[in-house]
């Protein structure tokens, strides 16, 4: 059984984007899916994101918990089973500093999550990130500071654009120990409000492995942060592929 639906804060959520070559990232995706392309490229990334006063929906806020999490993903396209159109996320690995998290993701709520260890300095200007997972499989640097405008590289035209091509993303689906099974779960968002973030370095060894990303088949795109954004965690029906 598992929970109808979680509540909280979403107190900072960075979406660190880079473009992929569709070819590339079609042989990281189960057969169900397809990338969802921006101006010829895939899009994946890192969506990192402190949640706090998580609990059951109408319980106390005093009663929730805090946790740092990292998630790597990869926009896509699906079809239901009715033949119509989907899209959302696929998500090929998910870390939590969080052991209930770590225990209970995939029983109690959607996704199973890795243990990880976190290092975070936060300011109002800047962001500095670390964090390494305890299977020493995944590490992830972040250093970023509150932008005005986004990089003159991305192939996001304005952040307007950015922004409209992850809101529709709130559908993800993780791996599972079961090959053949995804997990779902929806977030909603009581505001969606996105800020650009200017990103000095950034490394993750997920995207780094030239045996899934040759040599220049991804490079960064742009970052954006949410920040102080109240919501809830939906489940949803598993997916098979």
């Known amino acids: ?134 299977d020493g499989e995944v590490a992830v640097k972040l250093r970023a500071r509150i932008g005005k405008e986004l990089p003159a590289s991305s192939r996001f035209a304005t952040l307007a654009e950015a922004s409209g091509f992850f809101e529709p993303g709130s559908l993800g689906y993780s791996v599972t120990s079961n090959q053949r099974r995804l997990d779902g779960v929806r977030l909603k968002t009581r505001t969606w409000q996105v800020e650009p973030l200017q990103v000095e370095d950034v490394y993750s060894s997920f995207f780094a492995n030239e045996k899934a990303f040759p040599s220049g088949s991804i490079c960064f795109d742009c970052a954006l942060l949410m920040r102080n954004i109240e919501h809830e965690w939906h489940s949803a029906p598993d997916l098979y592929v």
Request: net charge positive; hydrophobic share 40%; with cysteine.
């Open 1 to 134: 059984m598992r929970l109808p639906q979680i509540q909280g804060v979403i107190r900072r959520r960075m979406l660190v984007n880079f473009r992929v070559e569709p070819e590339v990232i079609q042989r990281q995706l189960p057969p169900r899916f397809r990338p969802k392309l921006h101006a010829g490229s895939a899009i994946a990334g890192i969506c990192l994101i402190r949640l706090e006063q998580i609990r059951p929906k109408h319980f106390p806020a005093l009663l929730g918990l805090s946790s740092e999490n990292a998630a790597h993903r990869i926009a896509v396209l699906w079809e239901d089973e009715s033949g119509q159109s989907q899209e959302g996320v696929f998500i090929p690995r998910r870390d939590t500093s969080s052991r209930l998290n770590h225990l209970a993701g995939g029983r109690l709520f959607p996704g199973e999550h890795h243990q990880a260890d976190f290092q975070v300095v936060a300011s109002l200007e800047r962001i500095e990130f670390e964090m390494k997972s305890k």
